[in-house]
T-cell receptor
């Protein structure tokens, strides 16, 4: 099993640009989670999907952030426009029941 | 709301020392409790879990017991190794909330030879 796949692993962009992070969950998993990790705030849940439907997006910081899950094998997290304070590591995780499996993360740097 | 509080790091130990990382939680109902470990440059991996009061989770020599009376889930290991150096996260999953995980702030462990 390939595990949860995230791309890109590293992204450096300038303030104001659009950023798209991608996640492929483990095949057969029906829930997908996006987390953000920073030194100041630790791990924060941004949004999660169940059977491709967004269930809780209360952690999405503001309207600049959006997430989609068009099918069971793919999800995106988009930031438009990006700001320096969005710099963080973004993790995707998936599960069927029981433990969540995390991807390796995308390290985003906005200059 | 539900929350998790961990002891602050970094924790520095010598190889073969005893490890305790404290974790307490606040939650309504009956959450499940977890410890995750994050090695440098990697994502989080589930270390162990407990789903009800008095359950003991264990894996790779690590243990934690779900104590409802003290709302705690402290992580312990009798003899740490250099390879245990990582950041450890305590987390809870609220009852009946679709698998949502709430994490503590993480505790960095450094084990010296």
């Amino acid at each position: 099993d390939a595990g949860v796949i995230q791309s890109p692993r590293h992204e450096v962009t300038e303030m104001g640009q659009e950023v798209t992070l991608r996640c492929k969950p483990i095949s057969g998993h029906n829930s997908l989670f996006w987390y953000r990790q920073t030194m100041m705030r630790g791990l924060e849940l941004l949004i999660y999907f169940n059977n491709n439907v967004p269930i809780d997006d209360s952690g999405m910081p503001e309207d600049r952030f959006s997430a989609k899950m068009p099918n069971a094998s793919f999800s995106t997290l988009k930031i438009q426009p990006s700001e320096p304070r969005d710099s963080a590591v973004y993790f995707c995780a998936s599960t069927l029941t029981g433990p969540k499996y995390f991807g390796p993360g995308t390290r985003l740097t906005v200059t | 709301g539900d929350s998790v509080t961990q002891m602050e790091g970094p924790v520095t130990l010598s190889e073969e020392a005893f490890l305790t990382i404290n974790c307490t939680y606040t939650a309504t109902g009956y959450p499940s409790l977890f410890w995750y470990v994050q090695y440098p440059g990697e994502g989080l991996q589930l270390l162990l879990k407990a789903t009800k009061a008095d359950d003991k989770g264990s894996n790779k020599g690590f243990e934690a017991t779900y104590r409802k009376e003290t709302t705690s889930f402290h992580l312990e290991k009798g003899s740490v190794q250099v390879s245990d150096s990582a950041v450890y996260f305590c987390a809870l999953s609220p009852y009946n909330q679709g698998g949502k995980l709430i994490f503590g702030q993480g505790t960095e462990l450094s084990v010296k030879p």
